[in-house]
T-cell receptor, first 115, second 118 residues
Framework: AQKVTQAQTEISVVEKEDVTLDCVYE???????LFWYKQPPSGELVFLIR??????QNEISGRYSWNFQKSTSSFNFTITASQVVDSAVYFC????????????FGTGTQLKVEL | GAVVSQHPSWVICKSGTSVKIECRSL??????MFWYRQFPKQSLMLMAT?????????EQGVEKDKFLINHASLTLSTLTVTSAHPEDSSFYIC??????????????FGPGTRLTVT
């Protein structure tokens, strides 16, 4: 069974602080994909990153960075120098290659960035 | 590219009535579409997988007679909530897969439809 755990329900930071959102996953598949999505108050999901299970290289995109650790089944997301516009709910998701390529979402982390 | 639209963006209906939500892939043909449901402050839960020209596959616990899904063309899937009740009030999100993008099996999400049943 696939499972994604985002233990942090809500995080509040002050603008310009760095913040890391945790994601731990469970799967029996050897090939799978991990995702992060941002959901602002408007509700529309914004795709942030996709990582396949064979690529453990960390990635940086502007103020965003991702740390994929297969050994601990974690795919953490760090926002550097957070801004108020980063306030949103962030979802981590897992897609396994079988079973119709369904996405399993974590419960989400509400990030609040205050001035 | 890979834009998915939903209509309406929000709808209010009376208890006992039916409401139809449309999901369209605007610039690609989607052989597979997915319907999700999201309650306030909760995660997205997959309701069903819709394949063009065939019956939808529902997740466990989802009433297929209540949530009718039709995927009649490669660019349109519809979700009809029949005999809606207040507990059906939720945010419904669709996604579509673009087979033309190789093996990535990427899902592209629509903006969601907020349903309120009074």
């Amino acid at each position: 069974a696939q499972k994604v755990t985002q233990a942090q329900t809500e995080i509040s930071v002050v603008e310009k602080e760095d913040v890391t959102l945790d994601c731990v996953y469970e799967t029996r598949d050897t090939t799978y994909y991990l995702f992060w999505y941002k959901q602002p108050p408007s509700g529309e999901l914004v795709f942030l990153i996709r990582r396949n299970s064979f690529d453990e290289q960390n990635e940086i995109s502007g103020r965003y960075s991702w740390n994929f650790q297969k050994s601990t089944s974690s795919f953490n997301f760090t926002i550097t120098a957070s801004q108020v516009v980063d306030s949103a709910v962030y979802f981590c998701a897992l897609r396994h290659t079988g079973g119709g390529n369904k996405l399993t979402f974590g419960t989400g982390t509400q990030l609040k960035v205050e001035l | 590219g890979a834009v998915v639209s939903q209509h309406p963006s929000w709808v209010i209906c009376k208890s006992g009535t039916s409401v139809k939500i449309e999901c369209r892939s605007l610039d690609f043909q989607a052989t597979t579409m997915f319907w999700y449901r999201q309650f306030p402050k909760q995660s997205l839960m997959l309701m069903a997988t819709s394949n063009e020209g065939s019956k939808a596959t529902y997740e466990q616990g989802v009433e297929k007679d209540k949530f009718l899904i039709n995927h009649a063309s490669l660019t349109l899937s519809t979700l009809t909530v029949t005999s809606a009740h207040p507990e059906d009030s939720s945010f419904y999100i669709c996604s579509a897969r673009d087979p033309g993008r190789g093996q990535s099996y990427e899902q592209y999400f629509g903006p969601g439809t907020r349903l309120t049943v009074t």
